[in-house]
């Protein structure tokens, strides 16, 4: 739990210092070596994570598993709070449920992983792979930047930011240059998220709310949107031809007459 611990004192500290701007949570990049053993090599074998996934309740908090092969394993429900999954390949895991809060995701391979219900509160998830992955439900408030989420479904996904409990600063899902292609955001929670410059084409957007996203430079060409509440979003430059159905909101989006329309 040492890393959790850094982390949070220098969530701390930026706090004390009065950084505004992104959650500090969410901007931990420049205070860490990504290249240091600590980032990079795992403590466990795949059979010892087996072997501690057999126990009761699961807790593998703060474990370095960086790199490993933990594909089509049984995480259900598990606690991988701080845990290190920088280029882990964990396609076709059962992560239902699973508490990854804090958890170093840089280039993760979830193709096709079950993530429903699932927390990834303060996760850094930079160029993961998600393409096919199960987040219904799911709580994320981390960096997704770059991420790959092609088809996945994240029905009733919590993504926005909860303006009650913001002590950390603005903390919200980042998927800017992410590709999102197909995903199913239907009646997901996006509010105030980043999705600058990603690709949303032929996205499933039906009832979410995006109200006070962050849409500039973004494609939703062919996106479903019946019901979708744009409402405050910044769609300056965003790609908004050919989208299917009736948004709610569009017309009080920001920097609309710098959409693209035709």
């Known amino acids: 739990m040492g890393m959790r611990r850094a982390m949070m004192a220098l969530v701390a500290a930026a706090a004390a210092a009065g950084m505004t701007g992104p959650a500090p949570a969410q ?14 090599r795992a403590e466990m074998t795949r059979a010892e994570v087996e072997r501690a996934l057999a126990a ?23 606690r991988l709070q701080a845990a290190v999954l920088n280029g882990t390949r964990l396609g076709g895991a059962d992560l239902a449920g699973a508490v990854l809060d804090q958890a ?13 219900g699932a927390s990834l509160f303060g996760s ?13 439900k799911a709580r994320l408030a ?32 980042v998927l800017k240059s992410a590709q999102l292609e197909g995903a199913d955001f239907s009646g ?17 957007l039906t009832g979410a709310d995006l109200t006070g996203a962050l849409l500039a430079g ?40 710098r959409a693209r329309r035709d």
């Open 188 to 204: 997901a929670d996006l509010t105030r998220v980043d999705l600058e410059f990603a690709s949303l084409r032929g996205a499933h």
């Open 104 to 116: 170093w995701m840089l280039k993760a391979d979830l193709r096709g992983a079950n993530l429903a």
């Open 56 to 78: 009761p309740n699961p807790d593998l908090s703060g474990k370095r598993l960086a790199h490993l092969d933990l594909s089509g394993l049984d995480f259900h429900g598990a």
């Open 27 to 40: 901007d931990m990049m420049r205070y860490l070596d990504l290249d240091s053993p600590a980032m990079t």
């Open 218 to 257: 973004a494609d939703l060409t062919g996106a479903l949107v019946e019901g979708a509440d744009f409402t405050g979003a910044d769609v300056a430059s965003a790609r908004l031809q050919g989208m299917v159905g009736t948004p709610r909101g569009l017309d009080k989006a920001r920097n609309l007459d």
């Open 142 to 173: 981390g960096d997704f930047t770059g991420a790959s989420l092609k088809g996945a479904r994240l029905p009733g996904a919590r993504l926005g930011a909860d303006m009650r409990n913001q002590s950390m600063g603005l903390m919200r899902a």
């Open 124 to 136: 850094q998830a930079m160029g993961a792979l998600l393409d096919g992955a199960d987040l219904a």
